[in-house]
């Protein structure tokens, strides 16, 4: 059984910064690529950023590109977002997500994650 529990959210003014982090447990997750989506009130889950099984490739939404970083701790199970020059656009709440297939690469797709975190609600002040 694979979980995902993020963590990290909060309330921070605009130029803020914010790190979340996802635990993975139930599998190894060192093969597996992963990723961050979000979600705000009123509109359809985006994809955020995405890292490979390998951490050798990420990928940005446009924008968030250039003030997020997404990485992992393979040894530790754990995924992190870090947030910089946070804007109240990124309100929203975040999810991690896992893919289903092992050693895949970089995806923005949400149909290639099977498995999903229950989020983590990010809110921005201006």
């Known amino acids: 059984q694979v979980q995902l529990v993020e963590s990290g959210g909060g309330l921070v003014q605009a130029g803020g910064s914010l790190r979340l982090s996802c635990a993975a447990s139930?599998?190894?997750?060192?093969?597996?690529?992963m990723a961050w989506f979000r979600q705000a009130p009123g509109k359809e889950r985006e994809f955020v950023a995405a890292v490979s099984w390998a951490a050798v490739r990420t990928y940005y939404a446009d924008s968030v590109k250039d003030r997020f970083t997404i990485s992992r701790d393979n040894a530790k199970n754990t995924l992190y977002l870090q947030m910089n020059s946070l804007k109240p656009e990124d309100t929203a709440v975040y999810y991690c997500a896992q893919t289903r297939q092992p050693y895949s690469g970089v995806s923005y797709l949400s149909a290639d994650y099977g498995y999903w975190g229950q989020g983590t609600q990010v809110t921005v002040s201006s």
């Open positions: 139930g599998r190894t997750v060192s093969t597996y690529a």
